[in-house]
Every structure is written in C-alpha cells, then in structure tokens.
C-alpha cells in the first residue's frame, strides 16, 4: 500500500521537484501552494498531483486544507514542511511586517502543519516530518535577520519534536540546502550571483532542486528509520556545522 505524502510549497521550486519525486517513489502525493493558481494548475496538469491551496500561516487553514487532503487521500504519513518566503532587508530598515511574514510562514508555519498530523501519526505509530530548514538558518545571513531566525528555529522545533516522535515511530528531521537554482534564488541580480555567491560554494555551481528532492526521499523511506533529529546539509561544501 502506498503512503500518503503532503508537501507544503509542493507546485514550485524544490516543492515541485519533492512531490515529483515522491510520486515517482510510489507515495500517493499532495502539493499544497498559497496563491499562484496559474503555477499550481500547470503543475497539477503536468504530474497528475492534486493541488490543494492554502496558507500555512494560518493553523485553522491548514486544519482544514489537511482535511481535505486526507478526505481525497488518506491520512498523511509523510509531512514534508517546505513552503518559505523571503522578504530581505538589512536590520535597520527591516519593517515589523518584513519579519512576521517570513516568522509566521516559515516557522510558525510548521507548528500549524504538523500539529494537525501529529496525533494521526502517533496512533498509527509511523511518521515522517521533514522540514526544509536553510543554510542561512545554520550561519546566519546579512539582510536576512528575519529568514535566518526563522531557519535556525525549524531546527530548534526538529531536534525537539524528534524526541517527542522517536518512541513512536515518527522521525522528524531537516535538510539545509545551499543555494538551489529556483525563481527565488534567480531573483538575485545575475551579477552578484557570478561574481559573490557561486564563488563561494566548493562545488562551483548551484544545486538542483532534485538533489534536495532526493535527500527527502531517503528520509521518508523505511530505510531511515533510525535517523531522527539529523540535519543534512546540502550546499556544495560552502558551510559545515
Ligand atoms: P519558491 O519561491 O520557488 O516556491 C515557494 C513555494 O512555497 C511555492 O509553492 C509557494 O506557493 C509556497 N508558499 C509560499 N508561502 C506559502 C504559504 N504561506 N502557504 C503555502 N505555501 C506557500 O521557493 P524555493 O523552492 O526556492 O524554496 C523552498 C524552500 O526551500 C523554502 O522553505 C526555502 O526557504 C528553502 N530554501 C531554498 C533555497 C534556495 O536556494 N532556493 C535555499 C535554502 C532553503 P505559490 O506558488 O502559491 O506562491
């Protein structure tokens, strides 16, 4: 029997490649989105993966977005926490909204997803929570106090929760990627990206979302049982913990 799997963010970017993955592993997957109808439909057309849209900055949304989810699906046994946005800006001009758009998406975020399922996976004494935490979450990143708080917290809420799960049967983990080629990293103007940030990374390049994809795939899997509470770093050796 298939397991279900939801990915938060699962239409774009990382998401995308991660739900593409997981259906190509044999998982009965979810993709939820915010707001980017256009994206999300042509993701859903493409793959043949539901899109469900709601905002995980919400608790009662999720709630009810799980809801649906699991009335189309079954109840979900893989939680991938990945939806995460940016909003940079240097400390000093940053605004109150600035930081609590990106605390409330990316890190409460993962409170009001994984709340919902929690008890589910408790009574059926398997789960998997895999959240998709950052580099800059682990360093530290100019411009980005509010992002980089936000990440360092998901590893803070993965290391708790994986004690909380382990007699369970759920593990809890996080992947901090590098930079990724996705829309929100070819944001960066293409100067700075040549010229200050592919310089620093050993491998000499971006990564591919794939290569996060896969990372989540093995977790999920019943090979990774005993791994919980870990975060792999994926960044082409720009930073080790
Ligand atoms: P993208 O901007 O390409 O995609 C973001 C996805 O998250 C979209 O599907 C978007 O939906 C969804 N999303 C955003 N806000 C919400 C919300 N409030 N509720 C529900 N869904 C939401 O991001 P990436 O693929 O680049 O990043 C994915 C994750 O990886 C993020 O957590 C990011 O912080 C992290 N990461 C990315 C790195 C990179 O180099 N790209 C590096 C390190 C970490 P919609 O399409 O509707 O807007």
Request: charged share 20%; no cysteine; aromatic share 4%.
């Given at each position: 029997m298939s397991r279900v799997a939801l990915v938060t963010?699962?239409?774009?970017g990382i998401g995308a490649a991660i739900s593409i993955a997981l259906k190509n592993a044999g998982y009965k997957v979810a993709a939820n989105f915010a707001g980017n109808e256009e994206k999300a439909k042509a993701f859903e057309d493409e793959t043949g993966i539901p899109v469900f849209k709601w905002d995980v900055s919400n608790y009662q949304a999720c709630v009810d977005g799980i809801a649906a989810v699991e009335a189309a699906?079954?109840?979900?046994e893989v939680l991938v926490n990945n939806a995460g946005i940016t909003r940079d800006a240097m400390f000093h001009k940053m605004t109150p909204e600035q930081w609590g758009e990106v605390i409330n998406t990316n890190l409460t975020g993962l409170f009001n997803m994984t709340h919902p399922v929690w008890t589910g996976m408790r009574d059926r004494s398997f789960g998997r929570v895999i959240n998709i935490s950052s580099i800059n979450g682990q360093k530290g990143q100019m411009g980005q106090a509010n992002y980089s708080a936000a990440k360092a917290g998901d590893l803070g809420f993965t290391k708790a929760l994986a004690q909380e799960g382990a007699a369970k049967g759920i593990t809890v983990n996080a992947i901090c990627p590098g930079y990724i080629g996705t829309e929100m990293v070819r944001a960066i103007p293409e100067k700075v990206l040549n010229?200050?940030?592919?310089?620093?990374?050993p491998v000499g390049r971006l990564g591919e979302p794939e290569e996060i994809a896969r990372c989540v795939v093995f977790l999920a899997s019943?090979?990774?049982?005993?791994?919980?509470?870990s975060t792999i770093s994926a960044n082409g050796g720009q930073f080790f913990v």
């Open positions: 963010g699962g239409t774009r699906l079954g109840p979900v010229e200050r940030i592919i310089p620093q990374i019943d090979d990774a049982g005993f791994i919980t509470g």
